[in-house]
């Protein structure tokens, strides 16, 4: 809630104010100017004869320096350095490959592999998958595993000691 008192003397200095803007521009107005008014009359202006015909500007060609001018700075954009792609060892070994039948009677080759990152043995067939990498082929004695473009083989170590 707003106090009369300081509403009522709010009010009284905005008219004092006011009052005092009205009364300087009431003064300015009264004091003299130093314009003339021969200042303020438009000049007469004759016939034709009196106009000033201005010449007509000459042309000129532009130079052709001109345009091979650089308007604009362009600071050197620096190309990144390119970060060689780490490769990723596979340490998969391949312990075995063996084959069965499945409920069809149709043969089906398996490979047994270990992961020692998990240390893990997982036997996978055809189409499986270890940790990205798809198992695309299994032959009598390697493995070809496939993770995008990226093919590894996993060969079969004899077991003999030479």
């Known amino acids: 809630m707003i106090n009369p008192q300081s509403q009522h003397g709010f009010h009284l200095l905005l008219r004092i104010s006011t009052f005092l803007a009205v009364l300087g521009v009431l003064v300015w107005a009264a004091l003299p100017s130093d314009i003339d008014a021969a200042m303020l009359e438009a000049p007469e202006i004759g016939g034709p004869a009196d106009v000033e015909i ?3 500007p000459e042309e000129q060609a532009v130079p052709e320096g001109v345009f091979g001018v650089n308007l604009w700075h ?19 070994e391949l312990l075995a490959i063996s084959s069965g039948q499945d409920e ?8 047994v592999i270990y992961d020692p990152a998990g240390d893990q043995v997982h036997t996978l067939s055809i189409g499986q998958s270890i940790n990205g990498y798809t198992v695309s ?3 009598s004695d390697s493995v070809l ?4 473009k990226r093919e590894t083989t996993l060969v079969l170590e004899s077991g003999e000691d030479g």
Do not use: C, D, H, W
């Open 137 to 139: 082929e299994i032959l």
């Open 145 to 148: 595993l496939q993770n995008g």
């Open 104 to 111: 069809t009677g149709q043969q089906i080759n398996y490979s």
């Open 74 to 92: 362009m600071p050197s954009v620096e190309t990144p350095k390119r970060i060689a792609p780490t490769t990723t060892r596979v340490v998969f």
């Open 54 to 56: 201005l010449p007509e």
